[in-house]
C-alpha cells in the first residue's frame, strides 16, 4: 500500500491542485486517481495560465472560438469548463460511490470580482449552471465581500469551495457563511443538502517569516494555523447548530488544506501533507508534492483534535513580532492581488493567441 493510499485510508482527500489539458488526454489524471488514490482537483488562475500559455493544447479550441466571436474571459471560460467537465467525469464515479461527499473539481469566478458581492453571485450561478455538473465547485474568495456572496450563493443552491482563507477567524467567517445560507434554504422549504469546503492557505505563512523568526520557529506556523483551524472546524460540526442542520440533511463544509507545497528549500517537501493529515478533511497539493509523498511518504499519524501545541506555538511568534492577525489580512489581500495579476496574465496571453491564431 503506497503512502497516498494510506493517507485516503485514514479518512483525507487527496486532491490534485493542477490541471492542463495534457493531464487529461494522455491519461495521467486518471493514472492518479487508480494508483495515487487522487478523488478530486482544483485550479486558480495560475494553473490555467500556465496551463494555457506553455501549450499548443488548446490552440484548436482557441481558434474555433474565435471565429465564433469569443474574446477575453468569455474564451477563457470556454477552455476552462471544457477542461474541468471531462475532469467532473473523470470523478463521477466517486463522487456516486461518496453519496456526493468527494469527487469534486473547481473553478473559480473571476478575480476581478472578489470586492464586487452581486456580480460574483451572479458569476457563481451562470458558470455552475453552464458547466452543468453536479459536482464542480465554484471558487469564491473568503474576503469581506465574498463572505455575504458565498452565504446568497449557497441559498441559490450552488456549491461552493471557498478560498484565500488564512485563519482560523476566516475560516469560521466561511463557515457561518455558510450555515446561514443553508438555515435560508431550510426556511423557504428547501433542501439544506448543498456541498462546500472551505480551503485554508497554509505554506505562504512560513514564505512571509522565515526570515524573520529564530530558526526554532521556521516552517512551524502554517501548520500551527492549519491546527488550530481544524480544532475550530471539529468544535462547530459538535456544536448545536450544526447538529440542527444536519439533523435536517446538512451535509459538512469540509475544510480543505490548500497551498501545501512547501515553500522553503531547507524543509521536507512533503512538510505540510505529513502534518495535516486529518478525517474529513482535504488536501489539495501540487502535482510535485503528490509524486514526493508517493516516492517516500511515511505512514500518517491523524492530527490531534484538540489542535495539539498549536496555541503555544502561536504565542511563540507573538513573541517573535509576528502579529498573526494583521499577516493574515494581509496574506489575503496579497493572495487576491496575486490572482488578478495572473487572470490579466491569462487574458493577455488568451488575446495574444488569439490573434496570432485567428
Excluded: C
Excluded at 198 to 220: N, Q
Aim: aromatic share 6%.
Amino acid at each position: 500500500m503506497n503512502a497516498p493510499q494510506m493517507l485516503h485510508d485514514l479518512g483525507q482527500s487527496l486532491w490534485l491542485d493542477n490541471i492542463t489539458r495534457e493531464l487529461l488526454s494522455s491519461g495521467t489524471l486518471r493514472r492518479y486517481i487508480e494508483e495515487l488514490s487522487i478523488t478530486g482537483l482544483t485550479s486558480n488562475p495560475t494553473i490555467f495560465d500556465q496551463a494555457i500559455t506553455r501549450s499548443a493544447a488548446y490552440d484548436n479550441d482557441i481558434r474555433r472560438q474565435v471565429k465564433a466571436g469569443q474574446r477575453g474571459e468569455e474564451l477563457f471560460f470556454e477552455l476552462a469548463i471544457a477542461d474541468l467537465t471531462q475532469a467532473a467525469d473523470l470523478f463521477g464515479s466517486i463522487h456516486t460511490r461518496t453519496a456526493t461527499v468527494d469527487g469534486f473539481v473547481s473553478l473559480e469566478v473571476s478575480p476581478l470580482l472578489a470586492y464586487d458581492t452581486a456580480r460574483t453571485v451572479a458569476s457563481a450561478k451562470e458558470l455552475h449552471a453552464k458547466a452543468h455538473r453536479a459536482n464542480l465547485f465554484i471558487k469564491i474568495p473568503g474576503t469581506r465581500e465574498g463572505i455575504p456572496a458565498i452565504e446568497e450563493a449557497i441559498f441559490s443552491g450552488v456549491p461552493i469551495n471557498v478560498t484565500l482563507l488564512f485563519n482560523r477567524d476566516h475560516y469560521l467567517s466561511a463557515a457561518e457563511a455558510y450555515m446561514r445560507g443553508l438555515e435560508r434554504r431550510i426556511a423557504a422549504g428547501l433542501s439544506p443538502d448543498v456541498r462546500s469546503v472551505a480551503s485554508l492557505f497554509l505554506s505562504r505563512w512560513d514564505k512571509a517569516t522565515m526570515d524573520k523568526v529564530p530558526g526554532a520557529l521556521r516552517d512551524k506556523l502554517g501548520i500551527a494555523i492549519g491546527q488550530q483551524a481544524y480544532k475550530a472546524y471539529r468544535d462547530l460540526l459538535d456544536s448545536d447548530r450544526w447538529q440542527r442542520l444536519e439533523n435536517r440533511g446538512a451535509r459538512p463544509q469540509r475544510l480543505l488544506f490548500a497551498s501545501t507545497g512547501t515553500k522553503d528549500p531547507k524543509a521536507s517537501d512533503v512538510l505540510y501533507v505529513a502534518a495535516m493529515a486529518a478525517p474529513n478533511t482535504i488536501n489539495t497539493m501540487p502535482e510535485e508534492t503528490l509524486m514526493a509523498f508517493a516516492k517516500h511518504g511515511e505512514a500518517p499519524h491523524p492530527m490531534a483534535r484538540n489542535g495539539a501545541d498549536s496555541e503555544q506555538v502561536l504565542a511563540q511568534f507573538a513573541a517573535a513580532g509576528i502579529d498573526a492577525a494583521k499577516l493574515a489580512a494581509d496574506l489575503q489581500t496579497e493572495g487576491a492581488k496575486s490572482f488578478v495579476t495572473s487572470w490579466q496574465d491569462l487574458l493577455a496571453a488568451i488575446d495574444k493567441k488569439s490573434k496570432a491564431l485567428a
